[in-house]
Every structure is written in structure tokens, then in C-alpha cells.
């Protein structure tokens, strides 16, 4: 397979340029680069950074839509030996100041215009101390005082930063940092998930093995850039075929429809609430969808009518589910033979290289059909946790096999079935949510005593957060009020569409919270 013998992404990239020379990377609006001219950009990029005092290692951070510059700044980075740290185009100010401190990047690269929000003002109107951050690059809108137009930024390289760039793209191995992805916390923290260039470029190769991605393909891009869905098994999977990149900012079905006609796009992955609104458009027959080849959704419940349709109703002639996080990459998937049963209701066979086993509470595995934690090892699980030994070691055996937190069971035929979420993690529209981490947020707020957040059923999105709030006596609050505040202060996959106020939390014997209780609340309200 093209690129699998690569051992760092700049030679991935190198090697792409080098076989596809004049073909199409990116089309995105007016832009269209080759994958010439995106090793290229890549390359100015790598030596801006590297002309305004980027060191090896140092962290740069992306906050920002899909686009374009997104790829020519993440590929740069590299170029310059640098470690990405994306942010959630969702989060608010503090949440993106978080990130940035712990993870001490040195360069944001950001825009100031995306949906009439401007990320650079949101972190100016908190009190985070990002002193760390030496600059600023806007990508897209109006560079304010004290940061730089993308045209300056990359101005500002020169002919011995680019040979320093050469040199450093040349002395990376496939055991050095590449990035640091931070997943949603279940302590109420987000931990940063470091990765290397062998483990990320795993990750690619095998989402091509998987899906059958080759070159001539065109890939719209849906799943955003700061996921590792986006990032690996989009631009670096694309990177490693040969296919052609198209960057969606925000998902809109009637957007994704006509592009899909007018760009003849044959690869579209998504979670199924992307795939629920093209079958449910009143428009659909309007237009020609029969390019669409390849179609993968991830581990969430699926109906198994949807996956049907898709077989009935859309040209796909891939349809592949499968299991995969920031901390491993995909570790499991269907094959395009399987059943849509299978599709839908599990997330496939163990990948190759990789092993899954299900264990009990005593760390011995569980007999077959039983359900047990999913513990795995593969080529591509984590490095380590950022800055958190103790995380690392509680989920990361010395011999490689990371504890997933997930439940599952497994079938005679090796297919695996996720039946339970560890830590009471729920997916709202894929992006994976956290009770404990939403609850800190919202203790912010001062009428909230105390909080318990569980996720409920939402026909639409899978399922949403609905909370329990015992309010402090001294200061009112309605639902409806504690509701726009969380939509002021988190992302909006972490707000709670439901509030319920109650007079105490349920807890057990040990001062936990019971939240089968409130579960059954809930289904009662």
C-alpha cells in the first residue's frame, strides 16, 4: 500500500508528492492545490514557524474549521517538527485557554470569523494566563493587534529556515511526538493523548485497508479536523491513497448534497445522523448522488433500519462500521461483506495487529457472550497521557494493552458488540460526552449546589445530557435559565437539553451518586 512503508508523516507526504506530482490534495471554495503544491505550502508554513523561534517538539495549536489552511498548517507543523494540539471548534474561550496552557503551546493558529464568532476575543475576554502563547496566526478574518495575517505569517520564513526545515523533516523517527489529542474528561479533565508519527500513520494506512480509499478518490470531509477521525482517517488517509480532499467547516445536508453532485464525491464517512439526514431530505432525488462509493459510521448505536436504507436507497458500495478511539486509533471493523445486521448492531472484528480481549473486574477474561471492560493492544495505542503518569499507568499496561473503560461482548464469529459505556460517557451527534466533566462546568455556575448529569435518548442526535440540580438556597435559578448559561459557558454537544431541578442527589452507602436512579427519573418525567 502507497505510504505504509513511510515512517514519519513528512515522508508521507514527500513520497505522495513525489508519486502524484500534478494530481489534486485539496479543493476547497477558490483553492485547489496539487499534491506538489501542497508539500510546498506545507513546507512555507514549516519554515514560518521555524523563522519565529518553533523549536523541535514545541506545540502548536490548531482552532479552527476544516479548511484548506487547516491541512497546509497541520502538514507544517510536522514539516517544522512540531507537535500538533488541535482544539474543538465547539469550545468556548475558557475551555480552549485550558488546552492551551497544559499543553503549553507555543503557536495558535486560529480564525476570527467563523460563524460570526471570533476565537482570538473569546480567549481575550477570559483570565487565562496563555503569556505562553508567543503567537498568533489568523488564518481566516481580521488579524487584530499583537497577531498575524496568514499572508505575513508565512512572509515571514525564509531560505534558511526552509533548509532548517529540510533538515529536521529528514531527522524525525517514527517514535517522535506528532500529536497530542485531548479527549473529553470522565474525572472532569480532559487528558492530552500523545501520539507518534508511527502510531498516527498506523492509523491512516489501515482506515485505507479498511475502506478500500484509493487514489482518484474524492473525499468530502464532514468529520472535523480536530477529531481523530478527521485528522487520521481523513487527511492523513487521503494523503496515503491518494485521494482528493474536500473540507466541509460545519455539516449541512443541503451543502453535502449538491457538493456531492457537482464534485461527483465517492467517499463520504460520517456519523449516522449524517447519513439519517441525506435519506430524510425532501430534495434527495434532485440530485446525483450515484458517485458515493464509500460510506463508514462509527461505534454508536445505529439502527439497523438506517443501515438498510443506506444499502437500499443510496449507490454505496462499501458500508463499514467500526471501533475506534483517540487513545488507539480503529481497533476493530466490519467488512463490506457483512450483513447490515452486523453493521449496525456491532463494530466488527479486531484489525490487524491488533488483539481485544473482555475482562471482569478481576482482570481475567470473561467466557464468550459474556460482557466484559474491552482491554486491546495494537500498533497504534497512545504513547501516554500528557503530563499524567498515573492515568497512563492505570490504563496502560507495561506490556501495551490499554484499558478501554468500554463494555462489550463478543460472538464465535470474533464480532464485537459494544453494550455499555464506562463512566457513564454518552454520544451526542458523535462527539463523545462526559457527565463528570459537564458537572464541573456547571458548578461554575452559583446557583448550582450540586449537579448529576446523565445522557438520555434524543431521536436526532443519539442521545443528549439532561441534568440534576440541587440549587443553593440564596441564589434562583430556572431550567431554562441554567440551560442558556451552559450554552454560554461549554461546547454544544456538552450542554444539558433537559434540566431538573430535585432537592437532594441520590447517593449510595459510599457518598456516589446512584445514577441507575436517576435514570429511571428520568424515564418517568
Known amino acids: ?35 506538489s503544491q501542497l508539500l510546498q505550502e506545507a513546507r512555507a508554513f514549516g519554515a514560518a514557524l521555524v523563522s519565529n523561534g518553533l523549536e523541535p517538539g514545541d506545540r502548536v495549536s490548531i482552532w479552527m474549521p476544516n479548511s484548506a489552511r487547516w491541512i497546509i498548517a497541520v502538514l507544517g507543523i510536522w514539516q517544522a517538527s512540531g507537535v500538533l494540539v488541535p482544539i474543538n471548534t465547539r469550545f468556548k474561550g475558557g475551555e480552549a ?51 498575524s495575517s496568514w499572508p505575513d505569517f508565512i512572509a515571514s520564513g525564509g531560505e534558511a529556515a526552509g533548509a532548517e526545515v529540510t533538515r529536521r523533516s529528514a531527522a524525525l523517527s517514527a517514535a517522535d511526538p506528532s500529536d497530542i489529542l485531548f479527549t473529553s474528561g470522565t474525572t472532569g479533565r480532559a487528558k492530552g493523548v500523545v501520539q507518534t508519527h508511527g502510531g498516527t500513520l498506523q492509523v491512516a494506512a489501515d482506515w485505507v485497508a479498511m475502506t478500500g480509499l484509493r487514489a482518484g478518490d474524492r473525499y468530502l470531509m464532514v468529520n472535523p479536523y480536530f477529531h481523530m477521525f478527521g485528522l487520521k482517517a481523513g487527511i492523513l488517509a487521503s494523503i496515503t491513497a491518494g485521494a482528493t480532499m474536500y473540507p466541509e467547516p ?142 497512563t499507568s ?64 434524543d431521536e436526532r442526535l443519539g442521545e443528549v445530557g439532561m441534568a440534576f440540580v440541587v440549587l443553593d438556597e440564596d441564589v434562583p435559578a430556572t431550567p431554562d435559565e441554567l440551560i442558556a448559561w451552559s450554552r454560554d459557558h461549554m461546547a454544544n454537544y456538552k450542554t444539558p437539553r433537559r434540566v431538573q431541578v430535585i432537592d437532594a442527589l441520590p447517593l449510595n452507602a459510599t457518598g456516589k451518586v446512584v445514577k441507575d436512579h436517576l435514570r429511571d427519573l428520568a424515564a418517568d418525567i
Do not use: C
Not at 457538493?259 to 449516522?272: C, D, F, K, M
Not at 459494544?418 to 458548578?443: H, Q, S, T
Open 1 to 35: 500500500m502507497p505510504g505504509q512503508s513511510q515512517q514519519t508523516i513528512p515522508a508521507l507526504l514527500a513520497a505522495a508528492a513525489d508519486r502524484l506530482g500534478d494530481d489534486v490534495a485539496v479543493i476547497d471554495g477558490d483553492t485547489t492545490l496539487t499534491y
Open 394 to 457: 492505570a490504563s496502560l499496561s507495561h506490556d501495551g494493552w490499554l484499558r478501554t473503560g468500554d463494555i462489550g461482548t463478543m460472538d464465535d464469529a470474533g464480532l464485537l458488540r459494544i453494550v455499555g459505556r464506562a463512566k457513564d460517557m454518552f454520544i451526542v451527534g458523535g462527539f463523545n460526552a462526559y457527565p463528570a466533566e459537564i458537572e464541573n462546568l456547571m458548578l461554575a455556575h452559583p446557583a448550582i449546589h450540586s449537579v448529576a448529569v446523565i445522557g438520555i435518548p
Open 97 to 147: 485557554a485550558d488546552i492551551l496552557m497544559r499543553s503549553r503551546a507555543k503557536v495558535l493558529v486560529t480564525v476570527t470569523d467563523f460563524l460570526g464568532t471570533d476565537y482570538l476575543a473569546m480567549l481575550d475576554a477570559t483570565s487565562a494566563d496563555l503569556s505562553g502563547v508567543k503567537h498568533r496566526v489568523v488564518a481566516s478574518g481580521d488579524a487584530p493587534e499583537g497577531a
Open 250 to 391: 460545519v455539516f449541512d445536508v443541503d451543502r453535502v448534497l449538491s457538493r456531492v453532485s457537482s464534485e461527483q464525491i465517492t467517499v463520504l464517512p460520517g456519523a449516522p445522523t449524517i447519513y439519517q439526514a441525506i435519506l430524510d431530505h425532501p430534495d434527495r432525488a434532485t440530485h446525483d448522488l450515484s458517485s458515493l462509493r464509500v460510506a463508514v459510521t462509527g461505534s454508536a448505536d445505529i439502527p439497523v433500519r438506517l443501515i438498510e436504507r443506506i444499502y437500499d436507497e443510496l449507490p454505496f458500495q462499501v458500508v463499514v462500521s467500526g471501533y475506534g478511539l483517540t487513545e488507539a486509533g480503529t481497533a476493530s471493523g466490519t467488512d463490506p461483506d457483512d450483513s447490515p445486521e452486523a453493521v449496525a448492531t456491532t463494530v466488527g472484528r479486531a484489525r490487524p495487529g491488533f488483539e481485544i480481549r473482555l475482562i471482569g473486574h478481576d482482570g481475567s477474561e470473561v467466557d464468550a457472550g459474556e460482557a466484559g471492560e474491552i482491554v486491546l493492544r495494537g500498533p497504534s495505542v497512545m504513547s501516554h497521557y500528557l503530563d499524567d503518569p498515573e492515568s
